[in-house]
């Protein structure tokens, strides 16, 4: 198994971008959700975007919406999170995990409605520090 990501800089002014990606491999699932996570000092984790392979659907925390797009590339096993208009409250440690989900089943398994979650996650990413100043 290997799950990584990488950020194209950690630190940028608010208002710039970053790109951040997740590959991954050895999964033992065929329908599975990637989600990238944050944690801030202080903070509960926040699950700020995810996305289901095969339909490629997409999810956001309420805090990114607007701002975050969530990709992948299926055939390299690698999603990726562009971070536009960034903030200092983005400031975290980013990472992803995967799981796999039931095709079909509650959108609960992955997404609250309000963000991502972490039910039936079993793959997890190294993090990654990002900080935006003001």
């Known amino acids: 198994l290997m799950c990584s990501c990488r950020v194209w800089g950690g630190l940028v002014q608010a208002g710039g971008s970053l790109r951040l990606s997740c590959a991954a491999s050895?999964?033992?699932?065929?329908?599975?959700?990637i989600v990238w996570f944050r944690q801030a000092p202080g903070m509960e984790r926040e699950g700020v975007s995810c996305?289901?392979?095969?339909?490629?659907?997409?999810y956001y925390a309420d805090s990114v919406k607007g701002r975050f797009t969530i990709s992948s590339d299926n055939a390299e096993n690698t999603v990726y999170l562009q971070m536009n208009n960034l903030k200092p409250e983005d400031t975290a440690v980013y990472y992803c995990?995967?799981?796999?989900?039931?095709?079909?089943?509650?959108?609960?398994?992955?997404?609250?409605?309000?963000?991502?979650?972490?039910?039936?996650?079993?793959?997890w990413g190294k993090g990654t520090q990002v900080t935006v100043s003001s």
């Open positions: 995990a995967a799981g796999s989900y039931f095709p079909g089943g509650p959108i609960e398994q992955f997404y609250s409605g309000t963000q991502c979650v972490d039910h039936n996650l079993a793959y």
């Open positions: 050895g999964f033992t699932f065929d329908h599975y959700v």
């Open positions: 996305i289901t392979s095969s339909d490629h659907n997409t």
